[in-house]
């Protein structure tokens, strides 16, 4: 039996308008309206018959219980807490929220009782799904790293463990604002990280000189709420000098000064996976050639952006690391701040901590967040205009 050529959305149509006449007709009207449907789309006559009776599924709502967390006010609250904490992953998050919560009426407005409860009790994994449709994807930069060949000899490279369960030995490297060339004058971004609390400090210098650095050294030891006890580095020429050799040479308090193995990245861990966290985040890849911007990135790093990074963001810690075969298998600590985990430690001083509660108390991370990204426009609009007078010459 011949028939006209039909596309499939075509036959579809077809079935779906005889289909219910098809299933309330008697049997008579069934042969009929069957061998009309086989001659206009050519189908098999048991196939004809199965695609007739088959019953069409009522439409469905969503499958599964009710999304919970699926209210406005949810959402913007929690959107508002990631953004204004950079974008943390959702285990930090988690630890964030209580942290974060108490003020966060005084920043935008009251949250109801539900919701509030909810931002508490909603877990990592669900606050990743929420989230994953506005994650930004960032690029990478150089490395300036050049060997210093100075006292390589004086200056031990570590190869054993530090005693991590005291605070105070910390890890040092230093990050280039060189936008894509390392030629010329600019401002390098010096980091230092306590392994064992992880209370890190950041500090910016010109030309990466050794006596900038050492200066920028002294005021974070001034700063930090413990003794130093150790001092690792990597093998640049900032760090390897006589004048950070001598100053830790000549303390009365010992510290114990090392190096790590040339190109050997991972033996400073703790402090290169800040220079994301703490720098890159902050300043982004542009270069930073103003002179003039060294006092301001050093008035940001020491007050706002110190007080933000170790009062209100968590952070991971590894707690072991067991090979299976040819993978590692991970465990990590609950996340906590560099601040609770200052309060906690037995080895600080009770004068140390109740200054810092009594500055905790006085902080509130969502107005830390504004007054950071004012200076921020203040330090842009310099780097701005320096890339405006370049491209004209």
């Known amino acids: 039996m011949g028939g006209i050529f039909m596309s499939k959305q075509e036959k579809i149509a077809v079935l779906e308008a005889i289909r219910r006449r098809y299933q309330k007709a008697s049997r008579q009207q ?20 199965r695609l007739l009776q088959r019953r069409r599924k009522p439409q469905r709502g969503q499958v ?30 988690k630890a964030t929220l209580p942290l974060w919560l108490p003020h966060y009426a005084q920043a935008f407005e009251p949250l109801t009782a539900m919701t509030y409860t909810q931002l508490l009790k909603v877990s990592a994994a669900t606050m990743d799904r929420l989230i994953k449709p506005v994650r930004l994807k960032h690029p990478r930069g150089l490395s300036g790293t050049k060997p ?18 005291k605070p105070g030995f910390v890890e040092a490297d230093t990050l280039a604002h060189c936008g894509n060339s390392l030629e010329g004058d600019f401002v390098w971004s010096l980091t230092l990280t306590d392994i064992l609390l992880g209370w890190t400090e950041s500090r910016a210098i010109w030309n990466k000189g050794a006596r900038d650095v050492l200066t920028q050294i002294k005021d974070i030891e001034s700063r930090i709420p413990f003794k130093l006890r150790g001092f690792d580095c990597d093998n640049g020429s900032e760090f390897l000098n006589h ?63 110190s007080h933000y990074q170790n009062h209100f963001c ?45 500055l905790h108390e006085r902080l509130n991370p969502f107005t830390l967040k504004r007054t950071i990204e004012n200076k921020l426009k203040t330090i842009f609009q310099l780097i701005t205009v320096t890339s405006n007078v370049r491209q004209r010459i």
């Open 30 to 49: 069934k042969k009929v309206i069957l061998d009309e449907f086989c001659a206009t789309c050519q189908y098999h006559r048991k196939h004809a018959i």
């Open 64 to 93: 599964g219980r009710k999304a919970i967390y699926g209210s406005s006010e949810f959402m913007l609250a929690l959107k508002r807490i990631w953004l204004a904490s950079d974008q943390m992953c959702s285990k930090r998050l």
């Open 148 to 165: 210093g060949t100075w006292l390589k000899n004086q200056i031990p490279i570590r190869t054993n463990h530090w005693d991590v369960t």
């Open 243 to 305: 004048h950070l050799f001598r100053y830790f040479a000549t303390k009365k308090e010992y510290v114990q000064f090392t190096r790590s193995r040339p190109y050997a990245q991972n033996d400073n861990p703790h402090v290169e996976q800040k220079n994301w966290a703490h720098i890159r985040q902050l300043f982004g890849y542009d270069r930073i050639e103003r002179l003039e911007t060294v006092a301001l990135m050093n008035d940001l790093y020491a007050n706002e952006w």
């Open 314 to 358: 968590p952070n991971l810690k590894l707690k072991t690391k067991k090979r299976i075969n040819s993978k590692y298998q991970k465990r990590y600590e609950s996340p906590k701040t560099p601040y609770q985990r200052v309060i906690e430690s037995p080895l600080i001083a009770p004068t140390t901590k109740n200054q810092l509660k009594s």
